[in-house]
Each structure stands twice: as C-alpha cells, then as structure tokens.
C-alpha cells in the first residue's frame, strides 16, 4: 500500500526568538539560548541528548568510570536531582561528602566534556523518601507554596546548593547548562517563578531553565516563558494502583501531543481521556527530560522491559519533534542508608520500592553492567550528534491515513521530518506486549515543494518489530541523496573525503539513489549501479565492514558510503581515539579516554577491536606495544590484545530456615503481615579474584518474592523477584569481601500478594536459589606511543 505525506502543503511552525526569559553566553564567546522550535550553540541548531544519572546514589570513586560509559553512549548532558534529605537528613547539618559530593561530581562531568543539568527541587520525587523532603520540615509550613516559611527553608537549602556550584555554571566557564525547578508541580506558576527568582538572586544561573510539563489533561500551569516545559513517557508504569496489564499506549505511535499525564498519575489524579498540550505550548520547543530508559519495580507491579521497548521508543520520540532527547533513569543506582531512616519511597497505599536498589532497568544498570538497550540507543544518539543540526529546524508530517486508535495494528505507522525538500523518514511496526505482523508492499509518495518522490522505488516489507528512519532529498558534502533504504548511522571528516555510515534494517535491502546531476564519479566495488531518468541507483549491496563506494561531487569532493550489518551497529563506537576521531568496531564495552580506549568485557575473545582509519603510531595495551593484526575487517584495521582470564572461585551453602521476625522485610509487610520462613544462604567469594577483574557479578536466579543480600549485617542490595536473574556488582564490597561472606535472605511469594509480574505462577513459591554463578569482568587499556610502525 502506498501512503502519501504531502510536505508541500504542511503547515509550518512559526518560529519565535527573543521572548524565552534564558540563554547565556560562556567566557568563550559560545553562547547557548532556545527558540520556539529547538535549542541553539553557537547560533546553530542544536539537539542534544540528556541522561539522568544520581551522584548520590553511586560510589563516588566510580563516578568517573560511569560517566565514561555514559559519554561513549551518546549522552552530552548529565541530569541529576538534589535530594533535599540525603544533605540536611538532620535540620541544619548539611552533608555535601563523599556519595554526596555535588561539586566534584559536576566538575568531573566538566574534565571528560560532558554538561550537567541539575535538578534543584526542593521536592524531588525520584522515588526517595518523602520525594526528597527531610521528615524535620513536616508540620512547620505550606510545602510547595510561597508560604513564608517555606520560602525560607527553601532559600537556606538553594544557599547551600548555590555554594556548592559557585563557578561552575556555563556563563563561568563551567558545565552546568541546565537548571530543574521542583517537579510534576501542575498547579502553581507562581511558586515556580518564585523559585527562579530565589536561585538567581543567590548567584545560581544557568542557559536553560526547565520544569516539567506534564500533568492532567491539559498540561502543567508554568510561568510563561520563564522555563521550558520538558515532558516523558515510559514503556509501563509500575505507578499504577492496579495489578493488570497495560492496554497498548501512544508512545509507540506517530503524534503531536507532548503532555503525558499517566506520569506521575499516582500523585495528582488519574490520566484522563482528553488529552491535550498546556497553554502557549507553540511557544516553546519540544522537549523531554523523562523518557523511560525503563521502568522501576514497585511491589505490586513488576514490568519487564526490553531493550525494545526502550529503543523504539526513543526513535518515535525524535520522530514526532522532541529537540531535546532526555531519559529518565540513563543510569541505575542505589537508595543510601541514612542516619534516621531508610531512604526509598514506601507508601502502604501506593507505591512500594526496595530499600536499596534503583536499578531501573536502565540502559546502564545499577551497578554499572550495560544492558541491550544502551546499544540500541548509542544508534540513534550518534545520528543526532553529526546530523541533530539539520534534524532540528525539521517539522513533522503526517499522512493522510494514520492509525484508527491505539488498537489498530494494521495501518503502517510512518511520519517525516522535513524542511523544504529535505528530511527523514520514520517506521514503526513495534508495540509493547503486542504480536506485531510483517506489512507487505509498504512505499510512501512524498509530495514535496520541488516535486514527487516515492520511497522506495519499489514496495517493500516492514518487518513485524522493525523500526527505523531514512533519509530523503539529504546533501551529501555536494552529493544529493534521494533517498536510501538503509538507516543513517554516523560520519566521519577527514582531508578532501567524508565517510557516512548507514547500516541495513531488517528485512530491507540497502540501496543508494542520487541525483546523477551531483554525482561526477563513481567507485563501486560490489552491487549494481543503473543510470536512469536522472538517478543513479546502487543496489545489491552485501552489508559488512567491507561494504563500502565512493561518489565523488562534481566539486571534486569525496564522499565514501560504509554500510554495515544491523548486528554491527551495535557494535559501533565514534570517538577521539589515537591523535584523532575514529570508529571503532568491537562487541565488548568501549569508553574513550584522552589518549586512546579502554575496552572491558567477560569472554576474551569480544575484547579484539577494529579501527578505521588505521592508526599510523604504535598502540600500547597496558603499557606493551600491540601490533595490529594481518587480518583486516573490510576497510577496518584489526587488533586482536591477548587476555588472560580465570574462573572466579565461590562457594554457597544454606545456612537457615527462621521465621520472619524482628525488622525483616518490616518495611514492606509492617501492615500486612507476613507467614512462612525466610531462608538465609551464605555465599564465599574469592576476593582475589579482583587482582585481575575489573568487576565480579554475582548472578543469582532465584524463585521468591523479596530477596535481600547483607554484607557485615548490613543490606546492601535488593530485589523484588520478577523471574530475571538478579545481577549484583561486588567491586563497591571489594575490601569488605576480603573478611566477611555474602547472606542472602529470600522470603516465600505467597499467592494471595496482589502483583503484576508477567512470568507469575498463582500458586505459593517457597525460597529457592535456582542456580548462581559468579562472572568476572575484565578491562584493558590502550594508548598512542606516537612510535611509528
């Protein structure tokens, strides 16, 4: 079937400057500001992508490390909240230490380039106790008011924030760009405008000013064009006071409507049914600081979410306009023990967290351990750094037939983005929880200012799951792309030449359509080449490392296209590696450093990499010259370091059968109740087995319902059971684990707990450690000697 996206008859969004209360300028002369459309450096477009990650709930010795791997994803900016009671837990004695360490964090963020956006409350939510608010405050004012005695709380708390960033916003130089003002606060513009106001006139500023937009059916009440208003969306929400199934959402469907109101439902009223977008929403630009890199469990509702879920998602996102990409949680962490509590949210009628862990199931987990969707998302983000700039100023269009409703899974979902005659064009045929089917003979006739294009020339299957974004009418350094039918990934400059990288989407042959008028040259290696009515058409590409052509513009300039396999984009790395930017193709982790890579992974034989161009001095891993390999990987030049690497030795016995008594799982059940026996296991690990591994994990497949691991007495991790196996990272307990074990306690699910969990059998499960290993993760260096080979 063909659709028809008419772009010549689009109405365009008007753009407005000037009237946002923001923007700033760096000692520079960079400055960073916002239009009505998008986000503006250095008066170009800009379209960044944003990452949540919470300093204070990692070890701040790791932070480094995380934010490396951060980096490499794809994140340019950092967002993180400040929790009011992790720093002032007892009124008047404020903690900025340690886990807590704002500053250093922030100026870390700054040393390995990376921008921060914090959230400065002073309420939170971030499912923390109270939503950030120290228990000392309840009873002394109106909370969230401009209530005297609010304010002055507040004022002492900015004070104290304002100190521990003095310097450090981008105006001074710093890497602070972004600056939160409370959260999911609907209802009172004037207290936000209050809040703006306190923290400027204490010496805190920053380009950006944002809060969030979402909430009932019509959006939040914000100050007008004091703050961005930022929005989400996540693939489930374990929020929900029910114990079903979700019904199929709109976040995996092509629309207009930014407002979410299901976010945050469990604090200000249920989501309605009319939905729409807050006031004057034309006047900003749209923008996200809340999509779902997963999901949290809560006790009663225990989602599985799939790197997919994620993938898609973020993908339909940019589709429908989001100019700022911001994802909550990028990073997992861990809820910290304070002095007079614990520190997780827990509400008897609501929702219920672990003490500990804020895993999140996000992109990089709580531990650090990366997970699928981080890889599917680094795809999409090394598309918006070479490419967001032509991406942004693009409005969206629809076409004529689009899905009938959330249920209709047989209309094709396509949109584009498109400015004159140029643009991109988007795909889905993915939906959570929902068996999608293959879509035949799909092409869209585009209608544009200069004329008809049909995408392909010829009908082709959309694959059940697929989802992905071609580019149209897309200059090429003096060469004009017409379209291709494979995914544009990345480029890279060098002298006289331009690489492009696209990679092919499942069930699609690749094929490259230029204007032949363009074109005065053409390399081709492999495939098909036709001339014809004024195109000139490559087909019949085998996708690899090898898979590579050049046109050149008839201004001479060299334009190479590298097309690679789906499963190679996964593997893709881009960044500043050996005196200069480079690709890097390898299936273990890659973070970059100032003079090269640092690779880490568990199986030795994903630690050999790939790099293009070739590098020209000899590399060192761990201080030894590499020599590169005879082998070459298409145009990739090969290395291949030698590991050595051993089982890690632990042991594990049962140890008790007790009753639940005294504060075990008192946090959960202290209302409800709790029979049966909580059966403890005591685990050994070879402690030295960290003089060579980077990280131990424990991996622990388990049958139970609330599962609790204690170093020393102390709980240091836990886990609602949802039938994936419980990954715990042990390097944090590398010095504890040299003298004490590992006691993990697990209590029975009984049938009659009220929970969603997919895998769930209705029947009650008694404790059982099904299996339990333990994974050693490696990690090597490697530099530029400058020594030429």
Not at 43 to 72: C, D, I, N, T, Y
Not at 91 to 115: A, I, M, P
Request: glycine residues 10%.
């Amino acid at each position: 079937m063909k659709y028809l996206l008419d772009v010549g008859n689009q109405r365009k969004p008007v753009l407005i400057e000037g009237h946002l209360k923001m923007g700033g300028t760096n000692p520079a002369g960079e400055e960073i500001n916002v239009n009505s459309l998008h986000l503006t450096r250095g008066g170009k477009p800009w379209l960044p992508v944003m990452g949540e990650f919470h300093f204070s709930r990692f070890p701040h010795g790791q932070w480094e490390e995380e934010l490396l791997k951060m980096k490499a994803g794809g994140i340019q900016i950092v967002a993180t909240y400040i929790f009011w009671i992790y720093h002032e837990e007892t009124e008047g004695r404020f903690d900025w230490s340690g886990d807590k360490d704002l500053r250093t964090f922030v100026q870390l963020c700054q040393k390995n380039e990376l921008e921060v956006l914090v959230r400065i409350g002073p309420w939170a939510h971030g499912e923390c106790r109270n939503g950030g608010f120290p228990d000392w405050i309840y009873g002394r004012c109106a909370l969230r008011t401009n209530d005297d005695d609010y304010l002055w709380y507040v004022r002492r708390f900015y004070g104290e924030i304002a100190k521990q960033i003095e310097g450090l916003s981008f105006q001074d130089g710093g890497s602070i760009v972004g600056m939160q003002f409370d959260n999911e606060l609907t209802d009172n513009p004037e207290h936000l405008r209050t809040l703006k106001s306190i923290a400027r006139e204490l010496g805190m500023k920053a380009p950006l000013y944002t809060v969030t937009g979402w909430g009932g059916p019509g959006g939040a009440r914000i100050p007008k064009d004091e703050m961005l208003p930022l929005f989400g969306g996540y693939p489930d929400h374990p929020w929900e006071k029910h114990t079903n199934q979700l019904p199929p959402g709109p976040h995996y469907f092509f629309h207009s409507v930014r407002n979410d109101p299901s976010i945050g439902s469990d604090l200000f009223g249920e989501k309605a049914v009319d939905i729409k977008d807050l006031e004057d929403i034309e006047r900003y630009p749209d923008g996200s600081c809340e999509l779902g890199g997963g999901v949290q469990i809560t006790y009663h509702r225990r989602p599985i979410i799939q790197a997919d879920d994620v993938g898609a998602m973020a993908m339909i996102k940019i589709a429908n306009g989001c100019n700022l990409l911001g994802y909550y949680m990028y990073h997992g962490g861990t809820q910290p023990l304070g002095e007079l509590s614990t520190m997780q949210e827990s509400n008897s009628q609501g929702n219920q967290l672990p003490v500990r862990s804020y895993d999140f199931q996000a992109p990089l987990g709580e531990f650090g351990g990366i997970r699928d969707s981080y890889r599917k998302l680094k795809r999409l983000h090394l598309f918006l750094h070479d490419f967001g700039d032509r991406l942004a100023p693009m409005a969206v269009v629809f076409p004529q037939v689009r899905p009938s409703s959330l249920e209709d899974n047989e209309t094709v979902r396509v949109v584009a983005r498109a400015q004159g005659d140029s643009g991109f064009l988007f795909f889905n045929n993915y939906q959570r929880l929902t068996e999608m089917k293959d879509k035949d003979d799909v092409q869209v006739e585009l209608r544009l200012p200069g004329g008809e294009l049909n995408v392909p020339a010829n009908g082709f299957t959309l694959k059940k799951d697929g989802y992905f974004f071609w580019p149209f009418h897309m200059d090429m350094d003096g060469v004009r792309l017409k379209y291709a039918t494979a995914q544009l990934l990345c480029r890279l400059r060098g002298d006289g030449e331009t690489l492009y990288v696209f990679f092919e989407v499942s069930g699609v042959r690749p094929e490259f359509a230029f204007e032949s008028d363009t074109v005065s040259d053409v390399e081709l290696k492999e495939g098909t080449l036709v001339r014809q009515d004024g195109t000139l058409a490559i087909s019949d590409l085998k996708p690899g490392s090898g898979c590579e052509f050049a046109v050149r513009s008839v201004a001479s300039h060299v334009v190479k296209v590298l097309t690679i396999t789906e499963e190679q984009s996964l593997h893709l790395w881009k960044g500043r590696a050996f005196g200069g930017e480079r690709l890097i193709l390898c299936e273990g982790n890659v973070v970059f450093k100032e003079k090269g890579l640092r690779i880490s992974g568990t199986e030795a034989d994903r630690m050999a990499f790939a790099v293009y161009p070739p590098v020209k001095h000899s590399i060192t891993c761990q201080g030894v010259p590499l020599e590169s390999s005879q082998d070459k990987e298409g145009i990739f030049q090969v290395f291949k370091p030698i590991l050595q690497t051993r089982e890690v030795e632990f042991s594990w016995k049962r140890i008790r059968d007790s009753s639940l008594n005294g504060d075990f799982f008192k946090y959960l059940f202290e209302d409800k109740g709790q029979e049966g026996t909580a059966p403890e296991w005591e685990i050994r690990i070879d402690a030295s087995a960290f003089n060579e591994a980077s990280e131990i994990t424990l991996i622990v497949d388990f049958v139970g319902d609330v599962a609790q691991a204690y170093i020393a007495g102390q709980c240091v991790a836990d886990q609602f059971y949802n039938g994936v196996p419980w990954k715990i990272g042990l390097k944090r307990f590398r010095d504890q684990l040299a003298s004490h074990s590992i006691v993990l306690k697990i209590s029975p699910l009984l049938k009659e707990r009220d929970i969603y969990m997919p895998s769930r059998q209705l029947e009650d499960r008694q404790p059982e450690i099904l299996a339990l290993s333990a994974e050693a993760e490696y990690a090597i260096s490697l530099d530029n000697d400058n020594r030429r080979v």
